[in-house]
């Protein structure tokens, strides 16, 4: 069974992009990184997550809640990878899903999955309106309306993902490389001098007292929120150097240092306004409507007053980089249904780049339909369309992830590929119960998440289970129709 599936694996490897299949040996480990660190955007993460996690979740101890997400991402990484070994295909979680728990599931899955990574790029995008509104208005002195430049964007971000998955790549790496080297070297600085006022407290971040202080749910929910994307790994395996070992090390290689990057950054900045303090500073900072202030302001006192000037750009670089990478992985979901039947064959159709540009137009329409109703309503693009589709993306890719756990323990249990019980049943099972608990705290906690009502968190709640459901109608229907013709 296993050389069987290495070898449809080579068959499919070198078939022509006419056949429908993405350009091979187009990235490598590093590549595959840095799509991932785009999709985290990683000064959004720090600037837009960690106040909020510090002020309304456990103050000093929010750190712990990175470390505590990481370890439960890297057990779910461990069933994720001994799939990703036998199955390579652009689908991910839809293919992952389906040879687990069946094919109605898996392309239910997939509605989750484009629901989510279409939402929180969606999210992504009124944000990046209003900090790129705020730029322009600063330094140019014209006010041009958020939705302006998003959907200015959306052209750009079409054309990028149009040229090919090395161009892409190259753009994410110079933008994920700028704002993380800021973010590090202070770190680094801060560490080096020991800290701030209270020096570096270890004990008061990274405690088990530490991490249940306070609410420690909500900086779970955070944590988790900042995790979101690194399973793009698999969806790009298609056109991995030798994926079988590419998309492992990738994948082992995000989550280590996402995790590492976002534990230390939040330490750093619990120690340089100490940890009696910091809880304080987050809420004033948070409160008064200038969360980014609270991170930007301990690395301006580091580096210089250029910083408050430059970071903000970063900023809105960071952002655009995330929607980027969320682009380039919708497309490769839309690409990989129209391969298996289940949406119009158009939506497979490559160009010269082997690019999916077709998938990408329907992409950049959806981000166009899922902003254009804000704009035209006269909503605030960061308190609801940032605010609500962040969430609910969250919420639906962590049912994807514990779906993709049931589902590899029950392949392995009935494939017998691999019969490691540690990589195909303990330490899923372990992630999957992680991850059970995880979703619980962003279900308890969702009206704070998306900073809306209850009514608004009870529709946008239920939207999840309504598209899994859809998706496996649709499946079960197109199967039918499928069998009545044969």
Not at 45 to 63: C, L, Q, R
Not at 220 to 242: C, N, P, Q
């Amino acid at each position: 069974m296993d050389s069987q599936t290495v070898e449809s694996d080579h068959t499919q490897e070198a078939a022509p992009a006419g056949a429908g299949r993405l350009k091979s040996n187009a990235l490598g480990v590093l590549g595959i990184l840095f799509f991932v660190l785009s999709a985290q955007a990683p000064l959004t993460g720090i600037a837009g997550a960690v106040p909020i996690a510090i002020a309304f979740g456990n103050g000093a101890g929010a750190p712990a809640a990175y470390a505590a997400v990481g370890v439960m991402i890297l057990l779910f990484s461990v069933g994720f990878v001994a799939m990703g070994r036998h199955v390579v295909d652009a689908g991910a979680f839809y293919t992952y899903i389906g040879k687990g728990l069946g094919h109605a599931t898996g392309t239910g899955s997939a509605g989750v999955a484009l629901f989510a990574y279409c939402s929180v790029q969606a999210a992504m995008y009124g944000l990046y309106g209003a900090t790129v509104n705020g730029l322009v208005a600063q330094y140019a002195g014209v006010d041009v309306p958020w939705w302006v430049w998003s959907l200015a964007t959306m052209a750009v971000v079409q054309v990028l993902g149009a040229t090919g998955i090395e161009m892409g790549a190259k753009v994410l790496a110079v933008f994920v490389l700028a704002e993380s080297s800021i973010l590090l070297a202070f770190g680094v600085v801060t560490l080096v001098k020991g800290g701030g006022p209270q020096g570096l407290d270890l004990v008061r971040s990274f405690s088990p007292a530490a991490a249940l202080k306070g609410a420690p749910g909500v900086a779970l929910m955070f944590a988790v929120a900042s995790m979101f994307g690194f399973e793009a790994t698999a969806i790009y395996g298609e056109e991995a150097r030798e994926p079988h070992r590419t998309v492992p090390r990738a994948t082992y290689l995000s989550v280590g240092v996402i995790t590492a990057f976002f534990a230390f950054i939040s330490w750093m900045l619990v120690s340089s306004y100490g940890a009696s303090h910091v809880a304080d500073a987050a809420t004033k900072a948070v409160s008064g409507g200038d969360g980014t202030g609270f991170v930007f302001a301990p690395i301006a006192a580091q580096f210089g007053g250029w910083v408050t000037t430059v970071l903000p750009i970063l900023l809105a670089t960071s952002l655009f980089a995330g929607i980027l990478a969320f682009h380039n992985s919708a497309n490769r979901y839309l690409f990989s249904l129209s391969r298996d039947g289940l949406l119009p064959g158009r939506l497979r159709t490559l160009n010269r780049r082997h690019s999916p540009w077709v998938a990408g137009c329907v992409q950049t329409a959806i981000a166009v339909l899922l902003t254009v109703p804000f704009a035209v309503l006269g909503k605030d693009p960061v308190l609801t369309l940032f605010s609500w589709f962040s969430g609910v993306g969250v919420l639906g890719c962590m049912l994807l992830y514990l779906l993709t756990s049931f589902s590899v323990i029950v392949f392995f249990r009935r494939e017998r590929l691999d019969t490691r019980l540690w990589n195909t049943v303990i330490a899923p099972a372990l992630g999957a119960l992680g991850l059970a608990g995880a979703i619980w705290l962003i279900l308890a906690n969702f009206t704070t998440l998306i900073g809306g009502s209850t009514a608004t968190a009870t529709w946008l709640v239920l939207a999840v289970p309504a598209v899994l459901a859809v998706g496996a109608t649709v499946s079960r229907l197109t199967r039918s129709r499928r069998q009545a013709c044969a």
